[in-house]
């Protein structure tokens, strides 16, 4: 007990009289308040930051807009670098040690080395994500882990989200690409590699549009956030002007104002991507079975319109007992689910092996 309130985790909080006889026992409690989790992601036009104290309480949520694919690994790790140096900082003011970084990314990760070994969208092959972010400026002495954007916002929803207490589930990213988060009886699944999850490069039309990996009908092309952008609003299409960035939300908020307006074409553009969320949805409930299919990023936000076209479709397509077992859910953490995942694996991190904590 001693050694854990040394580490800042256990606090007094006064003595306990049971009764009438004897010395009052001094009782303990669990106590995160000085130690701080940060949740990093870095996505194709943002880099997200979320932060919380062992005990939960939120430190610091906040997102920024950058064009990660332009600036390539080493502008876009300097300015990772930059967002984490500024949340150490504030972290500081509050009296919080930093204990770890986890670092969420679009792509494939090999976590043993913190490596990333291919991110399509972001335009990464074989990058060192934690040497580069020491080298940038990061201190040397706090923990950096990275992980794939989607097994982290599977993970959030898990422990704190729509999906608590359901042990197998699938979650779909909805931001440029399109990522899957399995969960199968309670834990993440993996694969042998770490590379499960890979569903938005799976080619599902092969006449249809080229996708970032090189590969031409990949699902994420038809479901991604860029397809959508390219389907209603073409003249603002990703990639037509790189004079500023736009953040996910103004893109949305973009098309919800045109469908406001009377375009049909916005119309036309959601009932395309269900169809095909739909399609693959089923693909994805026939391999894995899951209770649950969670919609995080955009998903979450067109849901309303999305998800009845979707269910049609995943009943048609998929095996009927398995569809009808299985139902959609809403995120409500939005395109902060990744960094809120991020954060509680570098808290259960600690959790599990309090000595990770500096003696103080």
């Known amino acids: 007990m001693n050694e854990l309130q040394a580490r800042g ?14 010395r009052p026992s001094l009782v303990l409690a669990l106590d995160g308040s000085r130690t701080g989790a940060l949740g990093m992601e870095v996505n194709v036009d943002y880099i997200a930051a979320f932060a919380t104290d062992l005990a939960g309480r939120v430190l610091i949520d906040r997102r920024i807009g950058f064009d990660a694919m332009e ?9 990772l670098a930059t967002v984490i140096s500024r949340a150490v900082a504030d972290l500081d003011r509050l009296g919080v040690a930093l204990s770890g970084v986890t670092v969420a990314v679009p792509g494939l990760i090999e976590a043993s080395t913190c490596t990333v ?17 020491v080298a940038a400026g990061v201190p040397a002495d706090v923990p950096i882990t990275i992980d794939n954007d989607a097994n982290l916002a599977a993970l959030a929803e898990c422990s704190s989200g729509v999906a608590m207490g359901v042990s197998d589930l699938v979650y779909l990213t909805g931001e440029v690409g399109v ?3 399995i969960i199968s009886g309670g834990r993440p699944y993996r694969g042998a590699d770490g590379f499960a999850g890979e569903v938005g490069h799976v080619v599902v039309d092969p006449a249809g549009e080229l996708c970032g990996c090189g590969r031409t009908g990949c699902w994420e092309t038809k479901v991604g956030l860029a397809a959508l952008v390219r389907m209603a609003t073409p003249d603002h299409a990703y990639g037509t002007d790189q004079r ?8 949305l908020a973009e098309i919800e104002q045109r469908r406001a307006e009377g375009d049909l074409r916005v119309d036309a553009a959601v009932i395309e991507v269900g169809r095909w969320l739909g399609r693959g949805a089923a693909l994805l409930v026939n391999l894995f079975n899951p209770r649950m299919i969670v919609l ?26 398995a569809a009808g077992r299985c139902r959609f859910a809403i995120s409500e953490f939005g395109f902060g689910a990744a960094s809120r995942g991020a954060a509680h694996v570098v808290t259960e991190r600690v959790l599990s092996n309090p000595t990770t904590i500096a003696i103080r």
């Open 9 to 22: 985790l256990l606090k007094e909080i006064g003595p306990r009289h049971a009764g009438s006889v004897g």
């Open 71 to 79: 600036a390539g690994p080493d502008r876009s790790l300097d300015k």
């Open 117 to 133: 070994t291919l991110a399509p969208n972001l335009g990464w092959r074989e990058v060192p994500v934690a040497d580069r972010l």
């Open 179 to 181: 990522g899957c988060g």
């Open 244 to 251: 500023f960035v736009r953040d996910p939300e103004e893109r």
């Open 296 to 321: 995080g990023g955009y998903f979450a936000r067109l849901a309303d319109r999305l998800i009845p076209v979707a269910q049609k479709e995943l009943e048609r397509s998929s095996v009927a007992m």
